[in-house]
């Protein structure tokens, strides 16, 4: 005769076996997690260091770095406002382009085109999330600046300028709200919908008037990432928009963002130390804590505007 299996003997080792792996996956998941953290803290520490030496030089004070509208690194005068200005513009001009041309396609993708379609249109939509942002520099440049150039004239649109970089970003950007909005959209309850289209209301009306309210913190979610994204971007600004600081409001102008600014120093021959050298990391600090600030906005509008369903 066969000896009796104690059952309770396998559950247990499968017991202990399912424990042991759960303790692996959560501890490496927690290192993970603490290096994220500690690469944060790092960059942090860094650039505080640095900017704090920017400052603590003496020839460049915090009253001067927030409120001059020259930085003009050459005579010593070290005011963010230009490049703010100039970052602020060309931000905005990716959102007037990437923010309605995003809802549309979400709205259209989510409401109104077959699985089939969608299936084809959102790899597209990721090919354009994911061509190097160099190459929409030099689309900016040699296609974006002529075709305005074509309609407003020569002698009003530079050669680099705030506008066609702020198209090309806009651009860049579109994709990623266009797929975030769609995931909002597809997130609200179909039964929402089905009540709506048993009153009598259209495809349209439950689009708009439905199934977009009912998103409206994903939405808006997207809307601050993309702007985190666009007040980020180096590569299509330091082609495009221009190399030398200007404070104007008249986008056809040139005029160096933050981003730009930092590309076109830390590549140059300036010394260690020095005071120019310091100064990128003294906007380094500052487009990070801009960044920290849209994240925030960010989490308190996804809680303040959350729908629950039950």
């Known amino acids: 005769m066969k000896p009796d299996i104690d059952a309770s003997f396998f559950e247990k080792n499968l017991s202990k076996t399912l424990q042991t792996k759960e303790l692996f996956i959560k501890g490496l998941l927690n290192f993970f997690a603490l290096i994220s953290i500690g690469v944060t803290v790092g960059i942090v520490y860094i650039l505080s260091v640095e900017a704090f030496l920017f400052f603590s030089g003496g020839e460049v004070s915090i009253l001067e770095f927030f409120s001059s509208i020259q930085w003009q690194p050459v005579i010593k005068k070290f005011g963010i406002l230009p490049l703010l200005n100039s970052t602020l513009m060309t931000s905005l001009i990716a959102m007037l382009v990437a923010g309605p041309l995003g809802i549309f396609a979400a709205i259209y993708m989510s409401e109104y085109a077959s699985n089939?379609?969608?299936?084809?249109?959102?790899p597209i939509l990721e090919i354009l999330a994911g061509i190097p942002t160099i190459?929409?520099?030099y689309f900016a440049l040699t296609f974006i600046t002529p075709f305005l150039k074509n309609i407003?004239?020569?002698?009003?649109?530079?050669?680099?300028?705030?506008?066609?970089?702020?198209?090309?970003?806009?651009?860049l950007i579109f994709p990623m709200i266009a797929s975030m909005s769609e995931d909002a959209l597809s997130a609200v309850p179909i039964g929402l919908k089905q009540a709506a289209y048993g009153l009598g209301a259209t495809k349209l009306e439950v689009s708009t008037g439905i199934v977009l309210p009912a998103a409206v913190s994903g939405i808006m979610a997207a809307f601050i990432v993309g702007l985190s994204r666009a007040v980020g971007e180096t590569m299509i600004v330091a082609l495009a928009a221009g190399a030398g600081s200007n404070f104007t409001f008249n986008p056809f102008k040139s005029a160096e963002t933050m981003t730009g600014y930092i590309a076109r120093?830390?590549?140059?021959?300036?010394?260690?130390?020095?005071?120019?050298?310091?100064?990128?990391?003294?906007?380094?600090?500052?487009?990070?804590?801009?960044?920290?600030?849209?994240?925030?906005?960010?989490?308190?509008?996804?809680?303040?505007?959350r729908e629950i369903y039950d």
């Not at 379609?117 to 959102?122: D, G, I, R, T």
């Not at 004239?153 to 090309?168: E, K, L, Q």
């Not at 500052?286 to 809680?303: A, D, E, P, Y």
């Open 116 to 122: 089939k379609f969608k299936a084809k249109v959102k």
């Open 135 to 137: 190459v929409y520099g």
């Open 152 to 171: 407003f004239g020569n002698d009003i649109v530079d050669v680099y300028n705030t506008a066609s970089a702020g198209i090309a970003m806009g651009i």
């Open 265 to 305: 120093i830390s590549g140059g021959d300036i010394g260690y130390d020095t005071v120019d050298y310091n100064s990128i990391f003294a906007i380094g600090i500052f487009l990070f804590f801009i960044t920290l600030v849209l994240n925030i906005v960010s989490q308190k509008i996804i809680q303040r505007y």
